[in-house]
């Protein structure tokens, strides 16, 4: 089956600044690849997703690279804010059902 | 931010006793997942269903039993057999024919006495 590995666990940034996580999968047959927002008590929320015959995608302050061929794919916060704090997990996904398979999530903390 | 609801909030169960955790969209969704999450290790796939009356296992799928008898309701009962079902139960939908996006439910967390 597919296994996504996702680092780092932990970011923190300073305000202003941008983050980057990272995901890696294995599954060649994966072509969906969200990302989801957990905010502390809350539940996760999709905040952006490519799919395999697309190399990045950008909306507005968020954007997600992929590089089919290494199997890996980025999430990058440019000019972080206080509200970027939380939990992203990466996840990937292939067939009709598109039961996916999550990263074990990075904490970010921006320090204002 | 409605639209899936999860009940209860919290939930104890004692050793030998079968729970079930509610899980009700009204999106009109075909598709319905549940997911178990544990501190640092991401959402973990226990069952999913594709429409009324069927349903596949997932990653996790032992110690825990589902139904799909309406479209609305996806209720998911850990048995027994689970030995460690302290987790943070994640209920999701999603509408089939392309649209990939997940929504989830808000949680139940549910905790061994």
């Known amino acids: 089956g597919e296994n996504v590995e996702q680092h780092p666990s932990t970011l923190s940034v300073q305000e202003g600044d941008s983050a980057v996580i990272k995901c890696t999968y294995s599954?060649?047959?994966?072509?969906?690849f969200p990302w989801y927002k957990q905010e502390l008590g809350k539940r996760p929320q999709l905040i952006i997703d490519i799919r395999s015959n697309v190399g990045e995608k950008k909306d507005q302050r968020i954007a997600v690279t992929l590089n089919k061929t290494a199997k890996h794919f980025s999430l990058h916060i440019t000019e972080t804010q206080p509200e970027d704090s939380a939990v992203y997990f990466c996840?990937?996904?292939?067939?009709?059902?598109?039961?996916?398979?999550f990263g074990s999530g990075t904490q970010l903390t921006v320090l204002p | 931010d409605g639209g899936i609801t999860q009940s209860p909030k919290y939930l104890f169960r004692k050793e030998g006793q079968n729970v079930t955790l509610s899980c009700e969209q009204n999106l009109n969704h075909d598709a319905m997942y549940w997911y178990r999450q544990d501190p640092g290790q991401g959402l973990r796939l226990i069952y999913y269903?594709?429409?009324?009356?069927?349903?596949q296992k997932g990653d996790i799928a032992e110690g825990y039993s589902v139904s799909r008898e309406k479209k609305e309701s996806f209720p998911l009962t850990v048995t027994s057999a689970q030995k460690n079902p302290t987790a943070f139960y994640l209920c999701?939908?999603?509408?089939?024919?392309?649209?990939?996006?997940?929504?989830f439910g808000s949680g139940t967390q549910l905790s061994v006495l």
């Open positions: 996840a990937a996904g292939s067939g009709s059902a598109r039961q996916l398979t």
């Open positions: 999701a939908s999603r509408l089939t024919g392309g649209n990939e996006k997940l929504f």
């Open positions: 599954d060649s047959a994966s072509n969906y």
């Open positions: 269903s594709q429409i009324v009356n069927d349903f």
